[in-house]
Nanobody
Framework: QVQLGESGGGLVQAGGSLRLSCAAS????????MGWYRQAPGKQRELVAR???????NYADSVKGRFTISRDNAKNTVYLQMNSLKPEDTAVYYC??????????WGQGTQVTISS
C-alpha cells in the first residue's frame, strides 16, 4: 500500500497563507481521488478538497475561493494552497488517496494553527 507523507503545516496569523504537500511513496496516477481532510479538536474529520486523476476538483463550501488543490504526477505529490487563513481553519490536515484496486490510504497528518 502506498505511503503518504504530509508537510508544510505550521503556525500563521489570520489572513496568512500556507502550502501543504503530500508526497506519495509511489505513483499517484492510479488513484481515482486524492484529497485533503481536516480534523479540529472535538470535531469529526471533514473533506476539505479533492482532486481526481483527470484533474477535476471539489471543495468544502467553507474553503471555496481560499484553498486550491493541485497535483504533480511527475513528483507523486498533491498540494493544498491555503490563502486568507482563518482561526477556524485550525486543525490537523490529512492527505488521503483512493483507488478501486488498493482502497484508501491516509497520511499521518500535519498540524495547522491559525492565530487571531
Amino acid at each position: 500500500q502506498v505511503q503518504l507523507g504530509e508537510s508544510g503545516g505550521g503556525l500563521v496569523q489570520a489572513g496568512g497563507s500556507l502550502r501543504l504537500s503530500c508526497a506519495a511513496s509511489g505513483s499517484i496516477i492510479s488513484f481515482n481521488f486524492m484529497g485533503w481532510y481536516r480534523q479540529a479538536p472535538g470535531k469529526q474529520r471533514e473533506l476539505v478538497a479533492r482532486i481526481t486523476n483527470s484533474g477535476s476538483t471539489n471543495y468544502a463550501d467553507s474553503v471555496k475561493g481560499r484553498f486550491t488543490i493541485s497535483r504533480d504526477n511527475a513528483k507523486n505529490t498533491v498540494y493544498l494552497q491555503m490563502n486568507s487563513l482563518k482561526p477556524e481553519d485550525t486543525a490537523v490536515y490529512y492527505c488521503n488517496a483512493f483507488s478501486g484496486n488498493s482502497g484508501t490510504s491516509w497520511g499521518q497528518g500535519t498540524q495547522v494553527t491559525i492565530s487571531s
